[in-house]
């Protein structure tokens, strides 16, 4: 059975981005994935929905086992960092509206779900960093230093969305491509 869509409303969302070095990022992704590059850099989220009310962001979260952790303190800026790698909030708003698309671990381990989210009326606003952390990034097994730094913060505000199922995909062995369900290209 499929499931129908679900509709929202998106009070406040924020994406810390951070950028990564390309081959650093390739290492983490399924066989056949491929980066998309921003300047020579990928560009990497963590999505966040934090409470709405105050205009000031202050979050800390902690997984129950305590191995995972993100800490935010921002607040609302006129424009993004100046070492962002994208040149105007634009080109970031248009990067990201176009990466609608999200794959989570399925059922076995050779299946990755999908889901894709739709919106209306789609805008960003860019975040001033006070003090940003993930245990994510800072894992230098998984990044070595020099290898990931903050790139920038774009806040969503009142932002109706769908979440629909889209077509997982099947991740083969390693020195294969990943394949659709009916064994071809996703």
Do not use: C
């Amino acid at each position: 059975m499929r499931i129908p869509a679900v509709a929202g409303l998106i009070r406040r969302r924020v994406l810390v981005n951070f950028r990564v070095k390309p081959h650093v990022a390739q290492r983490l992704l399924p066989p056949g994935f491929e980066p998309k590059l921003v300047r020579g850099w990928v560009v990497v989220s963590i999505p966040l929905l934090v409470p709405d009310g105050e205009e000031g962001i202050d979050l800390t979260m902690r997984s129950s086992d305590g191995e995972t952790s993100v800490e935010l303190v921002a607040e609302a800026a006129p424009s993004l960092p100046t070492s962002s790698r994208f040149h105007s909030l634009a080109e970031a708003s248009a990067f990201f509206e176009a990466g609608s698309l999200g794959y989570s671990p399925g059922g076995d381990a050779h299946r990755l779900d999908a889901v894709e989210l739709r919106t209306s009326g789609w805008s960003v606003e860019p975040l001033a960093i006070r003090h940003v952390f993930s245990s994510f990034f800072a894992d230098e097994r998984l990044f070595p230093e020099g290898s990931v730094e903050f790139d920038s913060a774009l806040l969503m505000r009142n932002v109706e969305h769908e979440w629909h199922i889209a077509q997982g995909v099947v991740v083969a062995p390693e020195h294969e491509a990943p394949m659709a369900p009916d064994g071809g290209a996703p």
